[in-house]
T-cell receptor, first 114, second 115 residues
Framework: EAQVTQNPRYLITVTGKKLTVTCSQNMNHEYMSWYRQDPGLGLRQIYY???????DKGDVPEGYKVSRKEKRNFPLILESPSPNQTSLYFC?????????????FGEGSWLTVV | GENVEQHPSTLSVQEGDSAVIKCTYS??????FPWYKQELGKRPQLIID?????GEKKDQRIAVTLNKTAKHFSLHITETQPEDSAVYFC??????????????FGAGTRLAVHP
């Protein structure tokens, strides 16, 4: 079954404590991306990757890091989380970098930073 | 850069009525316009999409129209049912250098269908 898997699904953490949200896809997709969803703001792109070792900033990259060492994995790293990073996070993947290919979303990760 | 505005932010209709959600985009190079439905606590799901070379597309009770000149596109849901209640997101996809298409999302419309 084609899927994008994120972990953890729910996390409450404290300010400054480094955390990583993992994302893995089993479809051999080149393109992967992270979004955050906040009320009234829709989904905003944090970082994206067009292939292994190729990553770039999205619209709201501040406070986040990513890596793409393997094609299937694209972890999101919060080195020093702050309360304004409390949000719902979605990982997504699709075949290729051009539009028109279906984008697959993970189930989402609810992150609360206190 | 590309900006996508979506209206209304909330929409309440009676079961059986039609619902229309409108989006405008700023980048005339955008060539792909998907619509996503997100039920409470779940991931966004693609429900319909349209490309810039097509003016209208229909799939059962849902349809999307695109006006490239005015740079706006709309989602139409007919004969609404309670299970249509969800948040709907439009998106536009401008083409960047290297052939990369980015998806820019609207802020979302919360649709409530009342029995």
């Amino acid at each position: 079954e084609a899927q994008v898997t994120q972990n953890p699904r729910y996390l409450i953490t404290v300010t400054g404590k480094k955390l990583t949200v993992t994302c893995s896809q089993n479809m051999n997709h080149e393109y992967m991306s992270w979004y955050r969803q906040d009320p009234g703001l829709g989904l905003r792109q944090i970082y994206y990757s067009m292939n292994v070792e190729v990553t770039d900033k999205g619209d709201v990259p501040e406070g986040y890091k990513v890596s793409r060492k393997e094609k299937r994995n694209f972890p999101l790293i919060l080195e020093s989380p702050s309360p304004n990073q409390t949000s719902l996070y979605f990982c997504a993947s699709r075949m290729g970098i051009s539009s028109g290919n279906t984008i697959y979303f993970g189930e989402g990760s609810w992150l609360t930073v206190v | 850069g590309e900006n996508v505005e979506q209206h209304p932010s909330t929409l309440s209709v009676q079961e059986g009525d039609s619902a229309v959600i409108k989006c405008t985009y700023s980048d005339s190079a955008s060539n792909y316009f998907p619509w996503y439905k997100q039920e409470l606590g779940k991931r966004p799901q693609l429900i319909i999409d349209i490309r810039s070379n097509v003016g209208e597309k229909k799939d059962q009770r849902i349809a999307v129209t695109l006006n490239k000149t005015a740079k706006h596109f709309s989602l139409h849901i007919t004969e609404t049912q309670p299970e249509d209640s969800a948040v709907y997101f439009c998106a536009a996809s401008p083409l960047f250098s290297g052939g990369y298409n980015k998806l820019i999302f609207g802020a979302g419309t919360r649709l409530a269908v009342h029995p």
